[in-house]
């Protein structure tokens, strides 16, 4: 993908990029010449900010493209994203004009992405040429992340099932040395993974977990859950079509966890990797688990199910519980969990939970700083009387609240499978974007791995 995007090549060859204002642009067109500003003049263009104009070539001045900027700089860190669908196919560089040319250069190629998996070869595209003082590897390795979630929530599920998903952890895995096993189908069970074996026991496609582990064994443990729904029909409490269409994105959380376990084991940061994510189709069948039924859990806690639908929490659960015996010294899931979270930030701004105060204060530092916005929310403990059970230990869902506080009551709820480990944090995310904004074409989407891959590497990048 950086290839393609974003690369160091003489921009002598390219066109360049200039960032204008409204007041900036009589002074630049001054220099561009005479032809370039009665060109501008034609085209309605007045340098407002996320507005261009492609000048083309005329007489002795080359071609440029002229790009609205605020007197403060880029209206958005990820504007000039606007540009990677918008030019022309050829070669492009930034000239004058942008503070921070590192995420102007990461912002086009995050825009730039097309899934491309059941489409025809694309022709020439839209390439940006940086100079030396942009970490280009860093960039690359951001976006083969990013690259890699997209795609894995975008491909449909008779294309992503459980064994495709598994196949794709190994394969990551087996790429940068790692090495680890999937769990399948009643082996689940041997190995105690009731929840995950609930699950997934009514598809045609067996369920199953994969484990997987990257780096040296002495080094510091950060492990990853993700949830791995690769299709979530409901169960027997069957959700409309209307609720049902998009849910091939509901490994989301499983696509996140691979993106930034990606960026861990390719920037080679000095960590014990582990990967964990279950597999499984949430389908209806005669076998499926039902409303009212208890289950049990890895931890050793009963689980009364309020809800078919709400099936990610389960398989989480046993997750967190294998994740926690381990202790690691961060421990991190990701989940498209609720709607709930959705009602209450919206689509682009994930709420996460965490009760580890230098790590809710780190996560929003570098949130803001990577422009990959996260919010965080309380994990409540009053609200936990809302998951209580008359028969089993707990309810997996909000029964008793009037259907309030549905993504922290589902926070709650996984908190209960991690005991043993202080730095825990919990990601409640979307993984879609309904409508193209600056950084973020529409479809599946990569969220808070940026974030946490900065994190990652500054709390351990210099550890010994």
């Not at 598809?203 to 990257?214: G, I, K, Q, V």
């Not at 989480?316 to 969990?337: R, S, V, W, Y």
């Not at 803001?368 to 008359?390: F, V």
């Amino acid at each position: 993908m950086r290839e393609s995007l974003v690369r160091k090549s003489d921009v002598s060859r390219s066109t360049p990029i200039i960032a204008v204002t409204e007041a900036s642009l009589t002074e630049t067109l001054a220099g561009l010449g005479e032809s370039a500003a009665a060109w501008c003049e034609a085209n309605d263009f007045t340098g407002k900010a996320s507005t261009f104009q492609l000048v083309p070539g005329l007489k002795e001045e080359g071609a440029a493209v002229l790009f609205g900027v605020e007197d403060t700089g880029l209206p958005h860190p990820f504007a000039l994203g606007g540009l990677a669908k918008g030019l022309p196919a050829g070669d492009y560089h930034l000239a004058d004009g942008f503070p921070d040319p590192e995420q102007a250069a990461l912002g086009f190629a995050l825009s730039a992405y097309k899934f491309e998996r059941y489409l025809s070869p694309a022709g020439k595209t839209r390439r940006l040429a940086v100079g030396g003082d942009v970490d280009l590897d860093r960039i690359g390795i951001v976006l083969d992340g990013v690259q890699l979630a997209r795609d894995l929530i975008n491909t449909p599920a008779n294309d992503m099932g459980p064994e495709e998903l598994a196949s794709e952890i190994e394969e990551l895995f087996s790429a940068n040395g790692g090495s680890g096993r999937i769990i399948v189908g009643d082996d689940l069970l041997t190995e105690n993974f009731p929840m995950v074996h609930a699950v997934g026991r009514a598809s045609a496609r067996a369920p199953r977990l994969a484990d997987f582990t990257w780096g040296a064994e002495d080094a510091p443990k950060i492990t990853l859950v993700g949830k791995g729904v690769i299709f979530d029909t409901g169960g027997l409490n069957l959700k409309p079509g209307s609720s049902m269409s998009l849910m091939k994105k509901d490994m989301g959380g499983a696509a996140n966890v691979l993106g930034l376990a990606s960026m861990i084991m390719k920037a080679k940061l000095p960590v014990r990797l582990r990967v964990i994510v279950p597999c499984v189709e949430n389908a209806v069948s005669g076998n499926a688990f039902r409303p009212g039924d208890i289950l049990q859990s890895r931890k050793g806690l009963s689980v009364e199910i309020g809800n078919t639908d709400a099936e990610g929490r389960l398989v989480l659960g046993d997750a967190l519980a294998l994740a926690d015996e381990e202790n690691p010294e961060l421990l991190i899931d990701m989940a498209t969990l609720t709607g709930a979270a959705r009602v209450a930030l919206g689509p682009d701004l994930p709420p996460f939970y965490t009760k580890d105060e230098e790590l809710a204060d780190d996560i929003s530092v570098m949130a803001e700083a990577s422009t990959d916005p996260l919010w965080r929310l309380p994990l409540w403990q009053p609200y936990m009387k809302y998951l209580d059970s008359k028969i089993a230990d707990i309810n997996h869902i909000n029964t008793t609240g009037a259907g309030f506080a549905g993504s922290i009551t589902a926070a709650l709820f996984l908190s209960k499978f991690v005991e043993n480990t202080d730095s825990w944090v919990h990601f409640d995310i979307y993984g879609w974007t309904p409508a193209e904004k600056p950084g973020k074409p529409s479809g599946g989407e990569a969220q808070g791995i940026r974030c946490l891959f900065d994190l990652v590497s500054e709390r351990f990048s210099t550890t010994q």
